[in-house]
Structures are given as C-alpha cells and as structure tokens.
C-alpha cells in the first residue's frame, strides 16, 4: 500500500524501473528497504518526465537502478542523468528469488531498486550521447553490411553451381572480385526457363554485392574519423585498428569515468585473471565474462604483436621457458595491452549532439 508523499519528503529514496518498449514500470523504495509505491508510465518523454516528478514527490532521488540501459531503458537513463539522478545497469534479476517470489512488472521494478541498496548493482550505466555512440552505430550497420555480403556471395556461387554448362564455364577459374564484375555486367537473355533466371539472378546478386562493399567502404571512413575524434593517437599504437579501437572504445562507453581504474577496464573487457584456487591447488584461469567484442579486439592486437613485435614475441618464448602455456601467455599480454590502451579510453572527448556547440575540456 502506498505511503503519503509528504511522509517521506525529507528522505533519501531509490528507484527501480523495469523497462519494456511501450511502458516503464517504477518502484521506489526508502534507505531501509521499505517498499513506498509502484507505478507505470509510458515510454516516452512525457512519462520520463511524470516518473521523475512522481519519485521525487516521495523524497530526494539521487540514484536509479534501471533494467535495460542499452536498449528499451536508453531513453529513460539520458533523461534520469541530465537532471542529476546517477543511473545503476541492473541485470536480469536473481534466477532464485525469482523462483521463491514469483514474477511481474512490479516485482521486477522493486528487485531491481533492491539490487541498488543491496549493492549487488554498482555499475554505472554508459550515457549514449557523444563520439563513441556514433561508433557502435557505424559498426552495428558495418557488421549488418558484412554479413549480407557474405550472405550474397554464397548465394551467388551456389547459383553458378547449377546453373547452364555454358554459363558455369564462362565463369571458371575466375577471383571473387573477377566474378562479381562479371556477373554484375550479365545481359538479359530471351529464352525463358532457369538459365535465364539463372542469368538474371545472379546479375542482381552482383549488383547487391557491390553496393554493400561501397556501404562498408563509407562506413569503414567514417568508424576511423570517428575514432580519431574519440582517442586521438589511438590508431598510432602497434597492432590497434580502426575496429580494434572501435570495439574498445564502445565498451568504455561515453563516460569512462565510471571506470574507477585500469583494472575495471581490463575486468570489463573480460581479461582480468579469476582466481580458481582450491586447498593446496593455487592458479588462475581465463575470464569468460566482460564485453566479448572487446575481448576479440584485444585477442586480434595481441596476435599482431606476436608476429610483429620482437618484444611480444621476446615475452612469449620467455612466459614458455617458465613452462607457462601459450594461452596464458595471450591472456597476460590481453591484460598489458588492456592497460596500455586505457589511457587512451578515458580521455575520450564528446561531440556536438541535438544542435548544441562541441566542448573540448
């Protein structure tokens, strides 16, 4: 039941959201973990602005822990820290108490404000709103591009697979670039039946293949631009290209700031050593968690390095003497590189966004 607005005016308070695409459920609950209200508003400015004015009625809100920062709850999380409210990533509930107390809108927004209070949440969530926003956006199109062209190509060479004799042999022997020129310049023929849509097919498969390559080609201009706007010098370092970098920029987000040191990066990026010890046994093993993208990032640079570089390649045959194995090795030299490169990531500069004028600090 929910308690008078004036009764706890004077309070601290936290707020939970669970969010969804048409409707933001909120619960707000006191230091101490009594549960105040519930309630839902729609996904929009509109209801951002009623649900900060209607958690605020209740007391002083300066932290919220929302579900979703990264996709349905962006919108809500950019309204929340303009007006001064810090904002906690909440992952999916707990699977156990779920069980125990069941599921709902509500039951997941109060767990979600409890996961603030309990600290089980502590991570602060990216704001989405400078340089490195555009970056995730270049490589999320980027990423769709290749994978059609990929898609396109198999087709295409499973067309000439069973297509006409004279067809299949005029094509032979031909590079893939050879091969798409070729079939992108195919005439129509007038006798109908499979070789003519055979014909026509992979003429249009060709043409498709050749303007996503110009898609990926814009795109690969604009991710390096941007890149050099975010981390100026990055490029520079041995081994880091422009998607290397972009991975690793997308995953410090923003607002690097959050990150409280080098080591929260590299726990981050997923190559921070887990311990994994047990009586007289003392070792550590890979970390399987953290952002993937930017794990495979860092695994790419080392590679580079290890075929490029005399000291990583020193560093290698050295860590093997001490009867190390080589992917220990690599996950050590994940973790130097994850150094190295984060000071680089937390002096990312934003962008002019909504109209407003860029500011450099």
Same mark, same amino acid.
């Given at each position: 039941?929910?308690?008078?607005?004036?009764?706890?005016?004077?309070?601290?308070?936290?707020?939970?959201?669970?969010?969804?695409?048409?409707?933001?459920?909120?619960?707000?609950?006191?230091?101490?973990?009594?549960?105040?209200?519930?309630?839902?508003?729609?996904?929009?400015?509109?209801? $951002?602005?009623?649900?900060?004015?209607?958690?605020?009625?209740?007391?002083?809100?300066?932290?919220?822990?929302?579900?979703?920062?990264?996709?349905? #709850?962006?919108?809500?999380?950019?309204?929340?820290?303009?007006?001064?409210?810090?904002?906690?990533?909440?992952?999916?509930?707990?699977?156990?108490?779920? &069980?125990?107390?069941?599921?709902?809108?509500?039951?997941?927004?109060?767990?979600?404000?409890?996961?603030?209070?309990? #600290?089980?949440?502590?991570?602060?969530?990216?704001?989405?709103?400078?340089?490195?926003?555009?970056?995730?956006?270049?490589?999320?199109?980027?990423?769709?591009?290749?994978?059609?062209?990929? *898609?396109?190509?198999?087709?295409?060479?499973?067309?000439?697979?069973?297509?006409?004799?004279?067809?299949?042999?005029?094509?032979?022997?031909?590079?893939?670039?050879?091969?798409?020129? =070729?079939?992108?310049?195919?005439?129509?023929?007038?006798?109908? #039946?499979?070789?003519?849509?055979? &014909?026509?097919?992979?003429?249009?498969?060709? @043409?498709?293949?050749?303007?996503?390559?110009?898609?990926?080609?814009?795109?690969?201009?604009?991710?390096?631009?941007?890149?050099?706007?975010?981390?100026?010098?990055?490029?520079?370092? *041995?081994?880091?290209?422009?998607?290397?970098?972009?991975?690793?920029?997308?995953?410090?987000?923003?607002?690097?700031?959050?990150?409280?040191?080098?080591?929260? $990066?590299?726990?981050?990026?997923?190559?921070?050593?887990?311990?994994?010890?047990?009586?007289?046994?003392?070792?550590?093993?890979?970390?399987?968690?953290?952002?993937?993208?930017?794990?495979?990032?860092? $695994? =790419?640079?080392?590679?580079?390095?290890?075929?490029?570089?005399? =000291?990583?390649?020193?560093?290698?045959?050295?860590?093997?003497?001490? &009867?190390?194995?080589? &992917?220990?090795?690599?996950?050590?030299?994940?973790? $130097?590189?994850?150094?190295?490169?984060?000071?680089?990531? @937390?002096?990312?500069?934003?962008?002019?966004?909504?109209?407003?004028? *860029?500011?450099?600090?």
């Amino acid at each position: 039941m929910a308690l008078h607005p004036t009764s706890h005016a004077a309070e601290d308070i936290l707020m939970g959201v669970d969010t969804h695409k048409d409707v933001h459920v909120a619960a707000v609950i006191t230091m101490i973990g009594g549960l105040i209200d519930t309630r839902s508003f729609p996904a929009a400015t509109d209801g $951002y602005v009623l649900m900060l004015a209607w958690a605020r009625s209740f007391g002083t809100l300066r932290r919220a822990g929302v579900e979703c920062t990264g996709s349905y #709850g962006a919108g809500l999380s950019r309204h929340l820290q303009s007006h001064g409210v810090e904002v906690i990533e909440v992952n999916q509930p707990d699977k156990a108490a779920r &069980r125990r107390h069941g599921k709902s809108d509500m039951v997941d927004a109060e767990a979600a404000a409890r996961a603030v209070l309990s #600290g089980r949440a502590t991570s602060a969530a990216k704001t989405g709103d400078g340089a490195v926003e555009m970056l995730r956006l270049f490589k999320m199109a980027k990423n769709s591009a290749i994978k059609s062209r990929s *898609q396109a190509i198999n087709q295409l060479k499973a067309v000439i697979v069973t297509a006409d004799g004279a067809l299949r042999e005029s094509l032979a022997g031909l590079s893939n670039t050879q091969l798409i020129r =070729r079939c992108a310049r195919l005439t129509e023929t007038k006798h109908p #039946g499979p070789a003519g849509a055979a &014909r026509h097919t992979l003429r249009l498969l060709a @043409r498709r293949i050749q303007n996503l390559s110009t898609e990926i080609d814009d795109l690969n201009k604009h991710i390096a631009a941007a890149v050099e706007e975010c981390a100026p010098g990055i490029l520079d370092v *041995q081994g880091v290209g422009p998607d290397s970098a972009a991975a690793l920029l997308i995953a410090g987000g923003d607002n690097p700031e959050r990150l409280a040191n080098e080591a929260s $990066y590299a726990a981050l990026c997923g190559t921070s050593p887990v311990e994994a010890s047990s009586g007289q046994t003392q070792r550590r093993r890979l970390n399987r968690g953290g952002d993937r993208q930017a794990n495979a990032a860092l $695994y =790419r640079i080392v590679l580079s390095r290890l075929r490029w570089d005399p =000291r990583t390649k020193e560093y290698l045959q050295t860590r093997l003497s001490l &009867r190390k194995t080589r &992917r220990e090795v690599i996950r050590c030299l994940k973790r $130097y590189v994850a150094r190295e490169l984060f000071d680089f990531i @937390r002096v990312t500069r934003p962008v002019a966004t909504r109209g407003e004028q *860029q500011v450099t600090p």
